[in-house]
């Protein structure tokens, strides 16, 4: 593997001390490669990864691609195409 | 940055949670890892960085001005990213001035030199807030 973020994933221990993602709607804004996205999608019940540029290019293990709780979608935080109201969890990961 | 936060905010439910999470631009080490030995290859200046971390402050102040947002927790911890090789570092390491070419040149011979399993990578402090949208 080339690039691992946060490989003592030391950020998922802290996220978890700070909110329980069990059962939420996440977003994350700036997703990047959308590692940081599949790992939540390991605790939540939905994730979408918005990015302006070009998504989900990192390849997750066998057992999170088994997973059909995460989208990816292009687009601007100034700008989300999202209706009102539709997620419990919103993440910047470096992207504010 | 207000108006994504403005967006945030209209995307949220009630008594939703945004979470923020950004690196701190000082304490920043640049490391070879090989094994449990870990070569310390100097520090990053994190000066291009703080004019973000400034604009970031200042539009989540007004985002609570506002009353978006209310600001409940937050905690700093160590982190990292690493890499197989020095050449793969990418721009997302903008807000740090990286070492000279040919610092890094050498630290690429290092790491070549210790073999598979050898890593460059940057450990950096975090800062993780926790704010929450008002519920009606």
Redesign the interface.
């Known amino acids: ?8 994933n ?2 998922m221990r ?2 978890d ?3 329980d993602l069990v059962r939420k709607v996440v ?1 994350d ?1 700036g997703a ?1 490669d959308g590692e940081m996205t599949w790992r939540y999608a390991s605790r939540a019940a939905r994730v979408i990864g918005v990015d302006p540029g070009p998504v989900a290019t990192f390849t997750p293990g066998a057992a999170a691609r088994r997973r059909r709780n995460v989208d990816f979608v292009r687009g601007r ?4 195409p ?13 992207s ?1 | 940055m207000v108006h994504a936060l403005r967006e945030v905010w209209r995307v949220l439910t009630a008594g939703g949670v945004l979470i923020d999470d950004r690196p701190l631009a000082p304490n920043t080490l640049l490391e070879i890892t090989a094994g449990k030995r870990v070569i310390a290859l100097g520090s990053l200046d994190g000066a291009p960085g703080v004019p973000d971390d400034i604009a970031a402050e200042a539009a989540l102040a007004e985002a609570m001005n506002n009353g978006w947002l209310v600001r409940e927790a937050d905690a700093s911890f160590p982190c990292a990213i690493d890499w197989e090789a020095v050449d793969e570092m990418p721009t997302e390491l903008s807000r740090w001035k990286l070492p000279p070419a040919a610092e890094l040149q050498a630290a690429g011979r290092t790491l070549r030199s210790l073999g598979r399993g050898a890593r460059i990578r940057i450990r950096h402090d975090t800062i993780m807030t926790r704010y929450r949208k008002p519920p009606r």
């Open positions: 593997m080339a690039r691992r973020n946060d490989p003592q030391a950020r802290h996220l001390s700070m909110i977003i804004i990047g935080a100034e700008a989300l999202f209706d009102d109201g539709r997620f419990d969890v919103a993440i910047f990961s470096w504010l």
